[in-house]
Each structure stands twice: as structure tokens, then as C-alpha cells.
Nanobody, 116 residues
């Protein structure tokens, strides 16, 4: 059974940083492209960062230069370092394969709130 468990979210002020972690099980991480997604209230879930099997990274324009995705295949964990956070980054953040493994594979996510 595929499972993703996200952690590391919280309430921060604009300009601060967070590092999110995602523990994956039921898949072999090193043979999957992985992504971080987010869903803000009233909006559709969007893909914000991806890391390929080869380690190439891609970012949505809204987070480029501020977010960094990385992976540790040995620990079956994916990370998202978020710097210079803005109020518009407020959302529930999820990880999954890219594209998503299945509609039922989404975890609970981790809430990130950026507010002064």
C-alpha cells in the first residue's frame, strides 16, 4: 500500500523559512519522479516542485528561487525547503509521485500558514 506522510508545516511570519519532509512507503523512491503539491483554500491542488529520478528539479514560477526540493532515496524521504515565505504560500502541502500515484494515494498533508 502506497503511503505518504508529510510533516514540518507550521505558522510562520513572512520572510521566514520551513523545511517539509515526506516519508514514502509502498514504493521504491529511487525509481519514481516525486513532487510537492499544495492546495490553498478554495483553490485546486497545484504542483509546485518536482524532482526526477535523475535528480533534476523543476519549480512553479511562483516559488522559483525560494523553494528547493530534494530527496534521500536511502531514507525514502523527500524534502521541500521553503525560504522567504509569503502569505500566498499558505496552503496544505502534499507530496506524491509525479504524476500522482493514484487518486487514493494522497496523505493528510501538512499545513503551512504564513501570516504576520
Amino acid at each position: 500500500q502506497v503511503q505518504f506522510v508529510e510533516s514540518g508545516g507550521g505558522l510562520v511570519q513572512p520572510g521566514e523559512s520551513l523545511r517539509l519532509s515526506c516519508a514514502a512507503s509502498g514504493i521504491i523512491l529511487r525509481i519514481n519522479h516525486m513532487g510537492w503539491y499544495r492546495q490553498a483554500p478554495g483553490k485546486q491542488r497545484e504542483l509546485v516542485a518536482t524532482i526526477t529520478i535523475a535528480g533534476s528539479t523543476h519549480y512553479a514560477d511562483s516559488v522559483k528561487g525560494r523553494f528547493t526540493i530534494s530527496r534521500d532515496n536511502a531514507k525514502s524521504t523527500v524534502y521541500l525547503r521553503m525560504n522567504n515565505l509569503k502569505p500566498e504560500d499558505t496552503a496544505v502541502y502534499y507530496c506524491n509521485t509525479d504524476p500522482a500515484f493514484s487518486s487514493g494515494s494522497w496523505g493528510q498533508g501538512t499545513q503551512v500558514t504564513v501570516s504576520s
